[in-house]
């Protein structure tokens, strides 16, 4: 079974800092994709970041970058200079890419909710 | 415009009666989903569907029901076994990398 774990259910940052946001996931999957997700207020599901297993380079998306660790199984997002609009909560996605019976499983974890400070 | 439209954004159930939640797509996506959202919590994956006519059971598949009779289409039915239905739900559909959602429905029961 696959599981995906966020163990900060609350996170805050200023306005124009840094801020780190960790998911740690579980499978026996060699081939797999994960995401992160923003939800604002209007519950409105947006993709921030993706990253293939197989690619060793993290992904970077604008001020969204992800440290992934394979080994370790662990995937954070950074967010470099924070806006006010990227108060939201943010979920950690994992799918396996092989087949089987998880194959296209979506599985979440459970948020983080971030706010920024002016 | 492409997208996934989620029908109605609000709807009230009494106690013991079944009720369906609309899910289409105009992606040409093959895999679809349905998730429940409870306050302050994570998406929990009821049903899944890969393809039309086949769809597999997720982590709280207890008490919904699904269909996959065309691409287009993945509706949910919350059945009167469904013990706890009131939450926030939320269909998906997925090309070759990342889901797309719907704008969700809103289930209360009265």
């Known amino acids: 079974a696959q599981t995906v774990t966020q163990s900060q259910p609350e996170m805050s940052v200023q306005e124009a800092e840094t801020v780190t946001l960790s998911c740690t996931y579980d499978t026996s999957e060699s081939d797999y994709y994960l995401f992160w997700y923003k939800q604002p207020p209007s519950r409105q599901m947006i993709l921030v970041i993706r990253?293939?297993?197989?690619?060793?380079q993290n992904a970077t998306e604008n001020r969204f970058s992800v440290n992934f660790q394979k080994a370790a199984k662990s995937f954070s997002l950074k967010i470099s200079d924070s806006q006010l609009g990227d108060a939201a909560m943010y979920f950690c996605?994992?799918?396996?890419?092989?087949?089987?019976?998880?194959?296209?499983?979506?599985?979440f974890g459970q948020g983080t909710i971030l706010t920024v400070h002016p | 415009d492409g997208g996934i439209t989620q029908s109605p954004k609000y709807l009230f159930r009494k106690e013991g009666q079944n009720v369906t939640l609309s899910c289409e797509q105009n992606?040409?996506?093959?895999?679809m989903y349905w998730y429940r959202q409870d306050p302050g919590q994570g998406l929990r994956l009821i049903y899944y569907s890969q393809i039309v006519n086949d769809f597999q059971k997720g982590d709280i598949a207890e008490g919904y029901s699904v269909s996959r009779e065309k691409k287009e289409s993945f509706p949910l039915t919350v059945t009167s076994a469904q013990k706890n239905p009131t939450a926030f739900y939320l269909c998906a559909s997925r090309g070759w990398l990342e889901a797309f959602f719907g704008q969700g429905t809103r289930l209360t029961v009265v």
């Open positions: 990253q293939e297993a197989y690619k060793q």
């Open positions: 996605a994992f799918r396996p890419n092989a087949g089987g019976t998880s194959y296209g499983k979506l599985t």
């Open positions: 992606l040409n996506h093959d895999a």
